[in-house]
Nanobody, 120 residues
Framework: QVQLSESGGGLVQAGGSLRLSCAAS????????MGWYRQAPGKERELVAV???????NYADSVTGRFTISRDNVKNTVYLQMNSLKPEDTAVYYC??????????????WGQGTQVTVSS
């Protein structure tokens, strides 16, 4: 079983910064892609950024140039540095990890979510 624990959300003024962290508990599992998604009220969950085990990252157009995703494979932790935050970044942010046990199939695991609120 893979458990994800997120931290770092909160309330910040527009133009400010926050750093999210997500630590994966992965006894017996190998973590591949890790990423961040977000869901605003009344909207569908959307991808924010993902990073491969090798460090290749992809971003949503709306956050490119403002957000940076990174990971520590030793700690099985993924980070999201969010700069120049805008009110439209307000959402619950979820961590996701793709993990497999040995040569078995890969499954997606989700964190519980952390609230990010950006005031104007």
């Amino acid at each position: 079983q893979v458990q994800l624990s997120e931290s770092g959300g909160g309330l910040v003024q527009a133009g400010g910064s926050l750093r999210l962290s997500c630590a994966a508990s992965t006894i017996g599992y190998n973590i591949n892609t890790m990423g961040w998604y977000r869901q605003a009220p009344g909207k569908e969950r959307e991808l924010v950024a993902v990073v491969s085990r090798g460090g290749f990252a992809n971003y949503a157009d709306s956050v490119t140039g403002r957000f940076t995703i990174s990971r520590d494979n030793v700690k099985n932790t993924v980070y999201l540095q969010m700069n120049s935050l805008k009110p439209e970044d307000t959402a619950v942010y979820y961590c996701k990890a793709a993990a497999r046990r040995g040569l078995g199939p890969s499954y997606d695991y989700w964190g519980q979510g952390t609230q990010v609120t950006v005031s104007s």
